[in-house]
């Protein structure tokens, strides 16, 4: 007899508070894919009910054949792995700094970063687009990755710290005393033991900037150049939304995200550094 | 191979002084052990020696090359951690070999030296396991494997059997003394059992509070020790101190008896009085110097422990053969040999003897 067997009510429980927030996490993305495959003309009519009476793909149709969406899609994702990509090279540098290396001005450091996430968006946008325009980078998609970076790497830098912080020294120290420099032990020992760290914040900051909408509004106004939550305003027309072609493009935009994580998640298990140390 | 010297060498973290004017030479090929109590800068030390930390006021010479600001691998010093640290991602042959793949070594020698140490230490079933896959002991030993992998000038062990059972560490101890006598490389050795520091050490130092007590060869520190910490670091069970008064000719213990100590021409400095279980004669009670009686009798087979109460000085522990008659309760009477007696002055220091 096992002393450990969990009791059965704890364990139903346990589950029904599980799918009780599963249902109310996952409903409004429930509610987009359904409204995605309900013809026009029963939007109205049958609005409320769980399941429409006949479903279609036209909207998905529409969507990816006669609109810009395409144009969209591939800006945002341009925009967003430029950003991921550049912020968590950064952040993993800065990161490494933070977590092994004392330095003069450290702490002011981390006090400015800390600071400069206290001040809400809407106060920066001004100066931001003056920058931007003085620059004469509206309407391109650098000046968003730029954006983004900046506004991301203070915080992806203390995640990657806290990744940083969780490998012990003393696997850096015996790589050097095995004949690395500090750089081949990084490469070597310690990048193998961060890749969780990277999946995560390259994830984090992948789905921030494909997310974005305030400065993508404010600094692109050219067509050509979108990124997706702008794209979707266009299906808001002075007379009139055009829901189901908004809800389709809504869940195509869902891919690339739930690709993302579907591929890092294998480096988001956690225990790889188990094992190194006593205890 | 390799001499080192240590030279007036300080530690300080901030305004923390962790280790004061540590001087020590190290023959080449000599086994030298640190021993102290946890906190006393032993791994500090080691780190120091190895490069991982630097050195705030002295120098650190190799074969009287300075080495102060040389990088860890240019050292060419070989480390065991307390921690073992080993790579998780690595299975147990590439840890073990990791220091060759480093320097390029032609894979076919590596892979023959792997397989000898994972041999050696008993590993040669579990080359292909991940570390988190290991116990305790064998991830000891992989770390042990991975630095007598390579030829270096030195090795440095931080309490590298601090994990094993009794038997393994038996063994391996004998290993790593093997070791020592195949390779005839120095070896600095870090531990807190009493037993490795003796039977490995061809001289040992005492660590105190940053301070270095006694240097000097296992012997030298039994029979003497240069003050009350060392006398009653070394040895086990710990040596019986009792404060006494100075005499002309001896020491007078507070209940009145003298010890007449003719070979010690200070004894009228003596502050304390020291002296090993082993080396307390028992006598029939009312005679000796002492009239203890039993509390604890620990019966360990070949030896037998006896922790007495002592009328007018306290607990006294007495060493004796493993079938002795005392039970706990009785009580009997205890000389002190005078040739064995060990004096300390007010502030510890050992009062010598005239050889
Ligand atoms: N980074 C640090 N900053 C300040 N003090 C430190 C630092 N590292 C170690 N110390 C102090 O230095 C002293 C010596 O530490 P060390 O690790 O060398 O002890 P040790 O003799 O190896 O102990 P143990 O037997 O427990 O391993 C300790 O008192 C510790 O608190
Ligand atoms: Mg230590």
Known sequence: MSVTRSNPILTVGKYLALSGYLVFALFPLYWLVKIAITPDRLIFTEGTDLWPSSTTLDNFRTVIFQTDFMAFFGNSLYVSLGTAAVTTLIAAGAGYAFSRFDFGGKKVIVAIMLITQMFPLLMIIAPIYKIVSSLGMLNSLTSLIVVYTAFNIPFATFLMQSFFDAIPKDLEEAAMMDGCTRFQALRKVIVPLTLPGLGATLGFVFTAAWSELLFALMLISDNASMTFPVGLLTFVSRFSVDWGQMMAAGSLALIPSCLFFIFIQRYLVQGLTSGAVKG | ?355
């Open chain 2, 1 to 355: 191979m390799a001499r080192m010297e240590l030279r007036g060498v300080v530690k300080r973290y901030g305004t923390v002084e962790v280790l004061r004017d540590i001087n020590l030479d190290i023959a080449d090929g000599e086994f030298i052990v640190l021993v102290g109590p946890s906190g006393c800068g032993k791994s500090t030390l080691l780190r120091m020696i190895a490069g991982l930390e630097p050195i705030t006021e002295g120098d650190f010479l190799i074969d009287g090359a300075r080495m102060n600001d040389m990088r860890p691998r240019d050292r060419d010093i070989a480390m065991v951690f307390q921690s073992y640290a080993l790579y998780p991602h690595m299975d147990v042959a590439r840890n073990m070999g990791f220091s060759m793949e480093i320097r390029r070594d032609p894979v076919e020698e590596k892979q023959s030296r792997v397989a000898q140490a994972a041999e050696t230490l008993g590993l040669s079933a579990l080359t292909d396991r991940l570390p988190k896959a290991l116990s305790g002991g064998q991830r000891q030993r992989v770390a042990m494997g991975r630095a007598i992998i390579r030829d270096p000038k030195a090795f440095l062990f931080d309490e590298p059997l601090s994990n094993l059972d009794a038997a393994l560490r038996v063994e391996m101890r004998l290993e790593i003394a093997r070791m020592h006598h195949r390779l005839s490389a120095t070896m600095i050795y870090v531990t807190h059992d009493q037993v490795e520091a003796l039977t490995l050490a061809d001289r040992i130092v005492v660590l105190n509070d940053g301070d270095i007590q006694q240097i000097g060869s296992p012997m030298d520190l039994y029979e003497r020790p240069a003050n009350r910490f060392v006398a009653q670091f070394i040895g086990s069970p710990t040596m019986n101190v009792v404060p006494v008064e100075g005499r002309d000719n001896g020491v007078q213990l507070r209940n009145g008896a003298v010890v007449s100590l003719p070979n010690v021409p200070d004894a009228k400095e003596a502050a304390s009085l020291g002296v090993r279980p082993e080396h307390l004669e028992l006598v029939a009670d009312g005679q000796g110097d002492l009239v203890a009686s039993a509390d604890v009798v620990e019966r360990l087979g070949s030896d037998t422990n006896i922790y007495a109460q002592v009328e007018g000085v306290g607990e006294i522990v007495v060493r004796n053969h493993g079938n002795t008659l005392v039970r706990s309760g009785e009580r009997f009477g205890l000389r002190i040999p005078p040739e064995q007696a060990h004096v300390f002055s007010s502030d510890g220091t050992a009062i010598l003897r005239r050889s």
